[in-house]
C-alpha cells in the first residue's frame, strides 16, 4: 500500500460522520508486512480524550495497529496533570504526547526542548500513570535511544481486567457471583483458556455478569444490550464466549475463533410402538398389500388352470390349497405341466417371502421398534412439536428475529421461552417440546443433567445442526488486547489444547453423572436383570401379537359357530312347517 496523508479537522470529525473514502476502508495484502497506522492529532486536551475515545471504534484501516502522536501546546507539567486526571486517555495504548518543557530561559535558546510522554496502562503496580518517555531539542535530537511506543502488554505487571460472561458450559461456568460481585469460576474451556493468556502476560481478571442477564442483542437505536453491550460501551475489557456475527462485528472486535458451534435441537427420545404390531413390522404396508393381492389372486388362477386342463378341483379347496402352501403345508400337486410350472413358482415366491418374514420377526420381537425421529428445522415445523429458546437475548434469538429466510420466520412466529437449561431440557424430556440452542451446550446439559448409570442418554439430539458460526472473545473496538488473545489463542489451537480440552471436560461431566446415577440407584435399591450368555428369553410381551391373533381367531370361531346354529335353528324349523 502506498504511503498517504490525510487530514480532517477534529472538531468536525467528532460532530459529524466521519468520511467515506475507500482508502480509509482498505486493507492491504499480508505479503505488505506489518500493517501500522499514525494518527497526528493536533487538539487540545478537553477534546484529545474524546479523539482518542472514538478513533479506534471506527471502521477506518480495519485490523491495522493504531499509533497516536497527539500535540496539544500544553506545557509537560499541565499535560501529566491533566492527563491522569481523564480516565479515556489512561486506558489508551500507542500513544505518545508531545509538549514542551515547563520551564526555560527566554534568553538561552538552547534550553527549550520538547517532553514526549506517554500513558503506561500497567506500569504503576498494574496501574496507568503518565511517564516521561524522552526528550527532543533542535540541537541534540532525541535525548536517549529509547522505544517510543514499547509493547505494553509483554507484562501487564498483574493488571487486573474485567470481564463478562453468562453461565455455559462448557465454555463458561460458575458456582456463584452476579454483576457485582466476581464470579466463582469453576473449570471450563474459557478459564483454561484465558488462564494460559493470563501467565503469559502476567495479569489476573475478575469476571462479572451483565447487568440485564442478557447475552446481547441488537436494539432499535443500533446498540447492544448484555454480555455485548457492556463491552461495546467499555464497561467490560472484554467477554468470555461470543458466536461471532456480521452485526456484532460492527461494534467490538472478536478474537480468533476458538470453536465451531452450531445451533440444533433436543427432544424427547422416540418412544417404543406397540409391541403387537411387531407381528406385521417386518414388511412395510406396501409389501403386504402385495402379498395380499398376490395370495388373492393365486388361488382363482391355480383354480383355472386345473379346470383347463381337465382337472376337477373345486374354487374353495384351490384357494385353500394355495393359502396352505404358503404355510409350508406338504401337497399333492396334479400332474398338468402347466400347473405344476405355476406351482413351482409360487412355492419359491412362498419360499423366499417365508424365510425373510421368519429372519426379521426375530428382530422385531426382541428389539422393539421406535417412533420417527425430528433431525431438522423443516422437519420440526412440520411436527406436533412446540419448539422454544432461552430467555436470554442470545444470537439464536437475534438470527429467528431479524432473519428473512422463511423457515426461520416461521420458527420465530412459533417461538416460545423457558426460563433455564435444565429445565428447559427437562419439558423437553417430558412433553412435545423442542428446545433449541447451541450444540456443545446442549452436549454438556445432556452429560451433566441427562444420563443414567449405564451412559444412556435420556434425551435425543436432532442429527443436523444449522446457523454454524464461529466462538470468539469480545473485545472493546480498537482494543490491543485482541492482539494478546490471538497470539496465545492460535498457539492453543495449533498444539490441539482447545478440542482435547473440550472433550476432556464433556468426558468429565458425563462420568460425574453416571456416579451419581448409579449412587442414587444403589440408595434406591434396585436390581438389574441379568443375561446368562448374553442371550434374552421372550417373555409374554414381545409374543403379545401371538395372543392377540388368537383370541381374534377364537372369537371369529365362537361367531362363526353361532352363525351356523342359527342357520341350522332356522333351517330345520323351516322343514318342520
Known amino acids: 500500500m502506498a504511503n498517504a496523508f490525510l487530514t480532517y479537522d477534529v472538531e468536525t470529525y467528532l460532530n459529524d460522520s466521519p468520511p467515506s473514502l475507500p482508502l480509509l476502508r482498505h486493507r492491504p495484502p499480508k505479503s505488505d508486512g506489518t500493517y501500522c497506522v499514525a494518527y497526528y492529532v493536533l487538539a487540545p486536551l478537553p477534546l484529545l480524550a474524546t479523539a482518542l475515545s472514538a478513533i479506534p471504534k471506527t471502521d477506518w484501516f480495519p485490523g491495522a495497529t493504531r499509533y497516536f502522536v497527539c500535540c496539544t501546546g500544553s506545557s509537560s507539567s499541565l499535560a501529566i496533570n ?14 505518545l504526547y508531545v509538549t514542551h518543557n515547563s520551564y526555560h530561559d527566554p534568553q538561552d535558546n538552547r534550553s527549550w526542548s520538547l517532553h514526549l510522554l506517554s500513558n503506561c496502562p500497567f506500569c504503576r503496580s498494574g496501574e496507568p500513570e503518565v511517564i516521561l518517555r524522552n526528550k527532543w531539542s533542535p540541537w ?15 507484562d501487564c505487571n498483574g493488571h487486573v481486567f474485567r470481564a463478562v460472561t453468562l453461565n455455559f458450559p462448557p465454555f463458561s461456568h460458575y458456582s456463584s457471583g452476579n454483576s457485582t460481585h466476581p464470579l466463582a469460576m469453576e473449570d471450563c474451556l474459557d478459564k483454561r483458556i484465558v488462564d494460559s493468556v493470563a501467565q503469559v502476560h502476567n495479569f489476573t481478571y475478575e469476571v462479572y455478569e451483565p447487568a440485564d442477564g442478557l447475552w446481547g442483542y441488537q436494539v432499535d437505536n443500533g446498540s447492544f444490550t448484555g454480555v455485548l453491550g457492556e463491552v461495546e460501551r467499555n464497561i ?10 456480521a452485526e456484532r462485528e460492527v461494534v467490538i472486535d472478536f478474537t480468533v475463533g476458538y470453536h465451531w458451534e452450531p445451533l440444533t435441537f433436543v427432544t424427547s427420545k422416540p418412544q417404543p410402538l406397540p409391541q403387537w404390531l411387531a407381528l406385521v413390522r417386518p414388511y412395510q404396508a406396501y409389501a403386504w398389500l402385495s402379498f395380499l393381492l398376490l395370495l388373492a389372486a393365486a388361488g382363482p388362477t391355480y383354480w383355472l388352470l386345473q379346470k383347463l386342463s381337465g382337472s376337477s378341483h373345486s374354487f374353495l379347496g384351490s384357494i385353500l390349497h394355495m393359502y396352505g402352501a404358503m404355510l409350508t403345508q406338504g401337497r399333492r400337486w396334479p400332474s398338468s405341466s402347466a400347473v405344476r410350472v405355476f406351482s413351482a413358482s409360487w412355492l419359491f415366491f412362498c419360499l423366499v417371502v417365508t424365510v425373510s418374514y421368519v429372519g426379521n420377526l426375530t428382530a422385531f420381537l426382541t428389539v422393539p421398534a421406535l417412533s420417527p425421529t425430528v433431525d431438522s ?24 428475529k431479524t432473519s428473512k429466510v422463511p423457515l426461520y420466520q416461521e420458527i420465530f412466529r412459533g417461538l416460545t421461552f423457558c426460563p433455564s437449561l435444565v429445565e428447559c431440557v427437562q419439558q423437553a424430556l417430558d412433553e412435545r417440546f423442542a428446545f433449541i440452542s447451541f450444540q456443545t451446550y446442549l452436549r454438556d446439559a445432556i452429560a451433566m443433567h441427562f444420563i443414567d448409570k449405564s451412559g444412556d442418554t435420556q434425551v435425543y439430539l ?3 445442526s444449522f446457523f454454524p458460526a464461529d466462538t470468539a472473545y469480545a473485545m472493546q473496538k480498537g482494543s490491543p488486547m485482541k492482539r494478546v488473545f490471538d497470539g496465545i489463542l492460535k498457539r492453543l489451537l495449533g498444539g490441539g489444547f482447545v478440542s482435547k480440552w473440550m472433550s476432556t471436560l464433556i468426558e468429565e461431566h ?17 436390581t438389574e436383570a441379568v443375561l446368562e450368555g448374553n442371550q434374552l428369553s421372550l417373555t409374554l410381551h414381545h409374543l403379545q401379537g401371538v395372543f392377540y391373533i388368537y383370541a381374534v381367531g377364537l372369537l ?11 342357520l341350522f335353528g332356522l333351517h330345520n324349523g323351516g322343514n318342520k312347517g
Open 462 to 464: 436432532a442429527k443436523e
Open 510 to 526: 458425563t462420568l460425574a453423572t453416571r456416579r451419581k446415577a448409579a449412587a442414587a440407584s444403589a440408595l434406591s435399591g434396585e
Open 556 to 566: 371369529l370361531s365362537a361367531l362363526t359357530f353361532t352363525c351356523e346354529l342359527i
Open 82 to 95: 491533566t492527563l491522569e486526571e481523564e480516565p479515556s486517555i489512561l486506558a489508551s495504548y500507542n500513544t
Open 140 to 154: 541534540r535530537g532525541l535525548q536517549h535511544h529509547t522505544d517510543l511506543f514499547p509493547d505494553l502488554f509483554s
Open 236 to 245: 467490560k475489557d472484554f467477554s468470555l464466549d461470543l458466536s461471532v456475527t
Open 377 to 400: 428445522l423443516e422437519e420440526l415445523v412440520d411436527s406436533n412439536f412446540v419448539w422454544g429458546i432461552n430467555d436470554f437475548g442470545a444470537a439464536d434469538y437475534q438470527l429467528f
